[in-house]
Every structure is written in C-alpha cells, then in structure tokens.
C-alpha cells in the first residue's frame, strides 16, 4: 500500500508521517472506563494523540464510550481505539503486553512524576462522577495522583489525562528514545496513515488499480 500510494502524497506530507511515527509511543497507554461524557473522551483522545500515544483502551461495562467529533476535529483517526466489554478483560489484554496498571486515585501517595515509565505503563481513570470502583483499583498495580498545591482539591477528567500523559511521555521518551514503536507496527501504521491521508480520494481502489497495473505487465 505504501508503494502504490507513495506517488500521490507530497514529500511533505511523507515527511510529516515519518515525524509523527518515529515519536509514536507504544508503551505508554491510557484506559478510560465507563466516561459519561463525549467531551471529555473527545478532549482525552485529542491530549493522547497530540503527545504521541498510538493506542487509547476504553471500558464500556455500564456507560459505552462516546466522542464528540467537534472537540476531536478528526483527530481520532490516528488513534487505535481498543474498546473492552469488562474492565477485567481490558486488564487481562495489557498485562499479557506486559504493562503495569497505574490507577488515578484522588489522596494516593504517590504521585505521576513517582511512576516508572522506562517499564510499559496504563495510566488507568475511572468515571468523571464515581472514578475507579474498588474492584477496578485492586485490579490496577498501583495507584497515582496528580500534586494539587493550590486549594482546588480536583481537576476535570480530561484535564488530568492531558496532564498525566504529558509528564509520563516527556519521561517515556526520555528513557527509551523519541518513540518505541516496534518495525513492523511503525510500517502498518505508515500504511495506515498514507490511506487516511487520501480518503477523499479513496485509498482502496487507488491501490487496487496498482495492483492491477503490476500484474498485466
């Protein structure tokens, strides 16, 4: 896909992907359960992909996971939404990735700027109204808060994703590189990015006529 489509994005552009993907972090994610409301997933998904995480998980058990398209401006297209019926399940997928669950909780004694993000690491919030039921905390390994100096003793749920993803990228980046996404993710996603890149025009047959071209010759 990459080759057949190469001739029809400009060198900028190219170069732009190129950028965006060798920065992408993929040991760095966060989860999201049951969130109410569409402008805060909306405003969650734009803060993540404009600091370079390639994947958002969100937990649908009670509450199913809306965005509103006018705070996101398409913005979602470059994210992997991965969506878990039970937050068990979404558990279960990243710790076979290997991750370390970090649960948001509001008094926790340790704070962002204390976690170890050289590992791969969810930065898990719970609903704006309730957060993280018990049994969501004692499935996450460990829990973190976010240093609230003032007299304001919370932040809205969007807020503090942006805030929590900015310090845990910053740090990520500077343990394990610019990005870490492995070879073959970078390249699947670079196809992905090219197609997104001409869906006015329709990726898909643009490459299929490719192919078509090569295999008559």
Same mark, same amino acid.
């Given at each position: 896909?990459?080759?057949?489509?190469?001739?029809?994005?400009?060198?900028?552009?190219?170069?732009? =992907?190129?950028?965006?993907?060798?920065?992408?972090?993929?040991?760095?994610? =966060?989860?999201?359960?049951?969130?109410?409301?569409?402008?805060?997933?909306?405003?969650?998904?734009?803060?993540?992909?404009?600091?370079?995480?390639?994947?958002?998980?969100?937990?649908?058990?009670?509450?199913?996971?809306?965005?509103?398209?006018?705070?996101?401006?398409?913005?979602?297209?470059?994210?992997?939404?991965?969506?878990?019926?039970?937050?068990?399940?979404?558990?279960?997928?990243?710790?076979?990735?290997?991750?370390?669950?970090?649960?948001?909780?509001?008094?926790?004694?340790?704070?962002?700027?204390?976690?170890?993000?050289?590992?791969?690491?969810?930065?898990?919030?719970?609903?704006?109204?309730?957060?993280?039921?018990?049994?969501?905390?004692?499935?996450?390994?460990?829990?973190?808060? =976010?240093?609230?100096?003032?007299?304001?003793?919370?932040?809205?749920?969007?807020?503090?994703?942006?805030?929590?993803? %900015?310090?845990?990228?910053?740090?990520?980046?500077?343990?394990?590189?610019?990005?870490?996404?492995?070879?073959?993710?970078?390249?699947?996603?670079?196809?992905?990015? %090219?197609?997104?890149?001409?869906?006015?025009?329709?990726?898909?047959?643009?490459?299929?006529?490719?192919?078509?071209?090569?295999?008559?010759?």
């Amino acid at each position: 896909m990459v080759e057949a489509l190469t001739p029809l994005l400009s060198p900028e552009r190219r170069a732009k =992907i190129d950028a965006v993907l060798a920065r992408r972090l993929a040991g760095l994610t =966060i989860v999201l359960s049951n969130l109410h409301d569409p402008h805060n997933g909306a405003a969650a998904i734009r803060s993540l992909e404009a600091l370079g995480l390639a994947e958002l998980h969100v937990v649908e058990t009670t509450e199913p996971f809306r965005f509103s398209s006018t705070v996101t401006q398409g913005c979602e297209k470059w994210v992997s939404l991965r969506r878990h019926r039970a937050f068990a399940d979404g558990a279960r997928v990243l710790r076979d990735q290997g991750f370390t669950l970090a649960a948001a909780v509001p008094g926790a004694t340790r704070t962002i700027a204390e976690l170890d993000v050289s590992r791969p690491t969810a930065l898990v919030f719970g609903n704006e109204h309730a957060g993280l039921d018990a049994e969501e905390q004692a499935a996450c390994d460990l829990t973190f808060g =976010i240093p609230m100096p003032g007299m304001t003793r919370s932040l809205n749920l969007s807020v503090s994703v942006a805030l929590a993803v %900015y310090d845990c990228a910053q740090r990520r980046r500077e343990a394990v590189g610019e990005g870490d996404l492995p070879e073959s993710d970078r390249e699947r996603l670079r196809a992905r990015f %090219y197609a997104l890149s001409l869906d006015d025009r329709g990726a898909e047959p643009l490459v299929e006529r490719w192919v078509r071209e090569r295999v008559s010759r």
